[in-house]
């Protein structure tokens, strides 16, 4: 089940909040759970209880890693071992054979194993739990629901943010609701709907038409990177909008997981503002063990190679995900080795056109099949023939380019715009209408349209 489905938003939404409230306080989370595992099972039911086996043996192993002070770091390592195992069987496996089958020139029979939706997430996040206690910074859970909830909370369940279980340990027994904070909740969830709905897939078909034609004109290929910037941006922040939103209406507060990284001024400044849960659960369970930059610049390079090599694994079994991670490990060692003095001088409109240029070609390996067909496509936006302007216009039309820039414009943060309208309380109502009016025309797009899949899925 998505958020920008018909069956989440008429069905299973209402009911799920009808019941949370017309229930006491006690069996609320009860009844958060049920919804939960429901809303995991309703794609495949046979993974929830692949979840349900992690959040069994990690409880068991929060346990020991706790009271038995002798081999502690024993049973964190076994806890480590058995989630990445979890992982790579259900995710890497099926790489692992084909690569293997690919060095040694042989075609090797194996039986493919389906990769669960949002392994990845909560894989992480149970990780996170299990550390978190064996490093003091949490108590153990004992009420296996608890816990079993924090993982399992449909909200960020399947996509993100990555939600560490120190965030929220107060708030599973200790939340208030407020009307305030409900109806911030709503439109928050609005907004990234519409942000869902009208860019990232609208400007899917103009990626999908640059990405898979042969028309080898350089201006369609250079706008549809840029269509996929904008849906791989507004299609994760738009799902981070919504988990954000439905964690406020049931009280939860997740933190924010994208900062408007299109305005970065460096790649370093980038991945501090891109899918900030997951560069923070990188640097902090990997980056800093591994000593940071703490022993010297050969290591700390050596490091910053490592947690990008890891985030694009993390990313996907294939060899563009990997390429993609060593790129940016290797533009963050330069800018580190010197080249963000040197960018520091440049004025803003350059550094901000540097950084942007290689997220741009940084997303096109992201988003080929292949490493060839990345290739291929980079070459071909350098290729300029005549009346490839008129060719590129008879694929993309003017909604399409009007789409692209709406989406650019609020890519960028109206800070002074928003402060105008918190302080006045008409100004809150009349934005609350137009979010309101706006999210109408979205789900009406979405039930003459069908189906809106997030791209993150995959992930």
């Not at 006045?424 to 789900?443: K, Q, T």
Request: charged share 15%.
């Amino acid at each position: 089940m998505v958020f920008s489905s018909v069956m989440f938003l008429f069905i299973f939404l209402p009911l799920t909040l009808l019941a949370y409230f017309a229930l006491p306080k006690a069996l609320r989370n009860f009844v958060l759970l049920i919804a939960s595992l429901f809303f995991y099972a309703w794609g495949e039911p046979r993974n929830v209880f692949l979840m349900l086996l992690s959040i069994l043996l990690n409880y068991c192993f929060g346990f020991l890693v706790e009271k038995d002070k002798q081999y502690r770091k024993g049973f964190l390592f076994l806890s480590i071992v058995y989630n990445l195992a979890m992982l790579f069987v259900f995710k890497y496996w099926n790489f692992t054979m084909d690569t293997i089958g690919l060095i040694f020139n042989k075609e090797i029979n194996y039986k493919a194993i389906a990769l669960p939706i949002g392994i990845s997430f909560y894989t992480f996040q149970i990780m996170s739990y299990v550390i978190d206690v064996y490093k003091g910074k949490a108590r153990v859970q004992r009420n296996i629901l608890d816990l079993a909830l924090y993982i399992a909370l449909f909200p960020q369940l399947i996509a993100g943010p990555i939600v560490r279980y120190v965030d929220v340990e107060q708030q599973i027994h200790n939340r208030t609701i407020t009307l305030s904070s409900f109806k911030s909740g709503v439109v928050r969830f609005m907004i990234g709907f519409s942000k869902k709905v009208f860019f990232a897939d609208q400007l899917s078909i103009v990626v999908e038409r640059a990405f898979n034609l042969s028309e080898q004109t350089g201006y369609l290929k250079w706008i549809g990177a840029i269509a996929y910037a904008l849906q791989i941006y507004y299609d994760f922040s738009g799902y981070s909008d919504m988990a954000i939103g439905l964690g406020k209406m049931f009280g939860f507060t997740f933190l924010e997981n994208f900062n408007y990284p299109y305005i970065s001024q460096s790649i370093q400044e980038f991945w501090r503002r891109w899918h900030i849960s997951l560069s923070s659960w990188f640097r902090d369970y990997v980056y800093i063990p591994l000593g940071g930059n703490r022993k010297g610049k050969v290591r700390t390079y050596v490091n910053l190679f490592t947690v990008f090599l890891l985030t694009g694994l993390w990313h996907g079994a294939s060899f563009n995900f990997i390429v993609w991670g060593l790129y940016y490990g290797l533009i963050l060692i330069a800018e580190r080795i010197g080249l963000a003095k040197i960018i520091s001088k440049w004025p803003r409109i350059i550094r901000h056109f540097y950084t942007l240029i290689l997220v741009l070609f940084g997303w096109i390996i992201f988003r080929a099949n292949t490493l060839s067909e990345a290739i291929a496509y980079m070459q071909s936006m350098f290729i300029f023939q005549e009346g490839s302007w008129a060719s590129m216009l008879q694929i993309v039309n003017k909604q399409q380019f009007f789409l692209m820039f709406m989406a650019i414009l609020f890519s960028i943060p109206y800070t002074r715009i928003m402060d105008v309208i918190k302080k006045n309380e008409l100004s809150i109502f009349i934005f609350d209408m137009v979010i309101g009016i706006i999210f109408v025309l979205a789900i009406s797009y979405l039930v003459s349209s069908g189906y809106s899949p997030f791209l993150y899925f995959r992930f």
